[in-house]
């Protein structure tokens, strides 16, 4: 049964024990790590120090968070912040995409990477139709063209191109 406490906490509830709890444990991960990441400089004024502001930082986050977790009115984990946790991970799924592709454009290429994310995230999005996946194509092609050969990017040639014949490897390396 909820607390008087609960039941006048006028803020959404889901979400905001996992947060507080992931704030807190980061920020003492900081803390714990800020001797290895800054120095302490001799002879040097107090707010010169390389230290002596991101210690501040540091301190204040373990601080609030760790006030904003001891005036939290619950302390258990529900099913509604689980859910929220999975809101927040579907984030992550398309920086697992995005990581994807700027690993295979070096190998493959950024034409042939381009062709085969751009319909994937597509379909992935829930676009499904054989019209919505021909438009992604064609939207990739037109980015690599726009890209490559109308702004001139310099984006390197995959480690793909090095076994194709001399004239072609240089047209793909430029072009594609």
């Known amino acids: 049964m909820p607390s008087e406490r609960e039941r006048r906490f006028a803020g959404p509830r889901r979400g905001q024990l996992v947060f507080a709890l992931f704030l807190v444990g980061a920020a003492l991960l900081l803390l714990a790590l800020i001797t290895e990441q800054t120095t302490w400089v001799g002879k040097t004024k107090l707010f010169a120090q390389p230290r002596f502001w991101p210690a501040v930082a540091i301190g204040g986050m373990v601080l609030l968070g760790g006030l904003h977790l001891y005036k939290l009115p619950w302390r258990r984990v529900s099913r509604y ?68 050969a109308f702004l001139s990017v310099k984006i390197p040639g995959a480690m793909l191109y090095e076994y194709l014949p001399g004239s072609l490897r240089s047209f793909f390396i430029l072009y594609l």
Request: net charge positive; with cysteine; proline share 4%.
């Open 81 to 148: 912040d689980l859910r929220e946790v999975k809101r927040w991970g579907r984030v992550l799924e398309y920086a697992g995409w995005f990581m994807g592709y700027v690993l295979l454009v070096p190998i493959i290429g950024y034409l042939p990477v381009t062709l085969v994310f751009v319909p994937l995230l597509c379909w992935r999005m829930g676009y499904r139709s054989r019209l919505m996946l021909w438009t992604s194509a064609a939207f990739a092609v037109a980015v690599v063209v726009l890209f490559k």
